[in-house]
């Protein structure tokens, strides 16, 4: 995933509002959202080939999305594989019953196992950036963030646009639309003249469209002050959207 935009404690009836773009190989076998059959109160997306996962929240609450973290440092050189995927560890935090403190201090000691990456974690109460790279770990407060794959709120085009979209649909609605939101995270009318104004499509483009990679899926993830979960997933191949699945529950201890 490529892109994240949220807002934490902000809004007056959300205590969390998410809006992400996955970037992938259009090949890459990936199942849409649903509770999985092997952990059935995880919602998430599924990687067929790993099977791990990008982002994904649990019935209690317990929520998690990751990015990839590049550096000028280490993008231009050529390196193996780390032996582990990063979506384990997505799928690691959604299982075990550790805070996210505690869960984030442990992966520290390994992150050297995994390629560079950026995670999210927590719930509906409390939020944490970890950026492997950097080894940086931050107590997100309230307000809104934008995440890609620098590091939280690195001003990127894409992420200072997605903020500002987010920003002004939610500043106006008392209740949240998940379509809305994922049409404004969509792809766009005209790709191809999109893909000719934005010189750098990685920093640029909030939604990417290439032969070969591109923008999956969008989700849009809300959480309101009764601890209600709306969450809805809308899944594209190279030329046009494919699938659209809404989910509502309500977060239970």
């Given amino acids: 995933m490529c892109l994240l935009n949220f807002q934490f404690h902000e809004h007056p009836n959300y205590k969390l509002i998410l809006v992400a773009n996955r970037d992938e190989a259009y090949d890459r076998p990936t199942a849409a959202a649903h509770f999985w059959e092997d952990e059935p109160f995880i919602l998430a997306g599924r990687d067929l080939r790993k099977f791990g996962t990008w982002l994904g929240i649990t019935k209690t609450g317990r929520f998690a999305a990751l990015t990839n973290a590049h550096s000028s440092a280490t993008a231009s050189m050529a390196s193996q594989p780390k032996p582990r995927s990063r979506g384990t560890i997505v799928q690691h935090y959604l ?38 790279r950097l080894d940086q770990l931050i107590p997100l407060s309230p ?30 609605s008392a209740t949240l639309s998940p379509t809305v939101l994922l049409d404004l995270f969509g792809k766009p009318a005209d790709t191809a ?15 990417i469209s290439s032969s070969l990679n591109g923008t999956v899926s969008s989700t849009a993830l809300f959480i309101d002050n009764n601890d209600f979960v709306t969450f809805a997933e809308r899944r594209y191949n190279q030329t046009e959207q494919i699938e659209e699945n809404q989910f509502q529950f309500q977060i239970t201890p």
Wanted: charged content about 20%.
């Fill in 143 to 172: 307000g809104a963030h934008g995440l890609s794959n620098a590091t939280l709120d690195t001003p990127w085009p894409k992420v200072v646009e997605g903020n500002r979209r987010l920003a002004q649909y939610v500043k106006q």
């Fill in 193 to 207: 003249n999109s893909q000719k104004t934005n010189t750098n499509q990685e920093t640029d483009a909030l939604f």
């Fill in 95 to 132: 299982t075990t019953e550790m805070s996210p403190e505690t869960f984030l201090h442990d992966l520290r000691k390994q992150r050297s196992l995994f390629d560079g990456f950026n995670l999210l974690v927590g719930d509906s109460e409390t939020l944490m950036h970890y950026n492997s």
